[in-house]
Every structure is written in structure tokens, then in C-alpha cells.
């Protein structure tokens, strides 16, 4: 993508390796709008038991914070990292 200016509207709706396995941890990746990472992202945060720990650049979306204030409220740890300047920018009222 990087090599061929493939961003925004012109990149390719296909993730070569969306599955990947490093140091006996799976890993999944995602390309947001193309793949879906939104929901993805709601279907782990909504089964999580535990913990829910992430690091955002930017943090917008309303359905995923609903999601991981409503786990906090089963008593799931939640923990994140965000960009300073991100962080005090946000025009809207997520997390």
C-alpha cells in the first residue's frame, strides 16, 4: 500500500495475512472501514471476561465505548493508552 500511494479511497479492500501467529500469540489484523474492525472489535470488547486493554490513536466511535463501558459495569478491567494530542482534541464524547 505504502510503495503504490494505496490509501484512502484507493486501497485495495484485501488484508494479505488477517491471521498471524508471533511468539505463540494470535494475532488478527484489520484495516478499518474495509474489514469490518468495528464490529470485530465489539464482538471481542462484548466477551471479554476479564480485561479489555487497548492503545488508540484516535477514539470515536460511540458503540465501541457503550461496549466497554457496559463490560466495566460486569466488573471487566478496562485499561487504554491514548495520543496526548488526540486525547484533548476529540470533538465528540467518547471514552
Do not use: C
Request: charged share 25%.
Amino acid at each position: 500500500m505504502f510503495v503504490d500511494n494505496q490509501f484512502g479511497a484507493g486501497s485495495p479492500a484485501n488484508t494479505p495475512y488477517p491471521v498471524l501467529e508471533v511468539g505463540g500469540a494470535q494475532l488478527e489484523v484489520y484495516f478499518s472501514p474495509d474489514d469490518g474492525t468495528i464490529k470485530r472489535l465489539l464482538e471481542l470488547v462484548r466477551s471479554a471476561e476479564k480485561s479489555v486493554l487497548f492503545m488508540a490513536y484516535s477514539f470515536t466511535d460511540d458503540d465501541l465505548a457503550q461496549g466497554m463501558l457496559d463490560r466495566t459495569e460486569a466488573g471487566v478491567l478496562l485499561r487504554g493508552v491514548f495520543d496526548e494530542s488526540q486525547a484533548k482534541n476529540q470533538h465528540r464524547g467518547g471514552v
